[in-house]
């Protein structure tokens, strides 16, 4: 059920699937936008009809006003979130190259390195990352451990 209007069903409950930070656009320059209110969202959480199965990506701040949902998980999406804009933001400012081992294990230097080091920044899963690492242009080291 909502507390507020939109464009969700308000004759069904909603489950909180998964959240995803995108910063102001998503790849490519397009913006996202809530299925529920139709602005444009940087946070979002994929929320899950509980009648209908639909899965529908509305903005974090529409997830909260779905009374199903409870406040305790709206809070956990907004630290994952911030973790991740962090991180993305580390990557666009400081970071100088990346190794990637594999074991699936990738290290964020501040430095350009040209082979693994004890020194790194973020230690991450490489798959999860991977897109994100080429769209950043740093160097990237595949190292054979």
């Known amino acids: 059920m909502r507390a507020t209007s939109g464009n969700l069903r308000i004759d069904q409950g909603y489950k909180l699937k998964d959240c995803e930070y995108h910063g102001k656009?998503?790849?490519?320059?397009?913006?996202?936008t809530c299925q529920n209110c139709g602005l444009i969202i940087t946070n979002v959480a994929v929320v899950e009809g509980q009648s209908d199965r639909i899965l529908y990506?509305?903005?974090?701040?529409c997830a909260s006003t779905l009374t199903s949902i409870a406040p305790s998980e709206i809070a956990e999406a907004k630290k994952k979130l911030a973790r991740r804009?962090?991180?993305l933001k580390f990557l666009k400012t400081e970071a100088k190259s990346i190794v990637v081992r594999p074991?699936?294990?990738a290290w964020v230097y501040t430095t350009v390195v040209e082979e693994w080091e004890s020194s790194w920044k973020y230690r991450t899963d490489a798959d999860y990352n991977m897109a994100t690492f080429r769209a950043s242009g740093l160097p990237i080291l595949f190292d054979t451990e």
């Open 85 to 87: 804009a962090k991180f």
């Open 25 to 32: 656009f998503m790849e490519g320059g397009v913006a996202e």
């Open 57 to 61: 990506r509305i903005g974090l701040d």
């Open 103 to 105: 074991s699936g294990c």
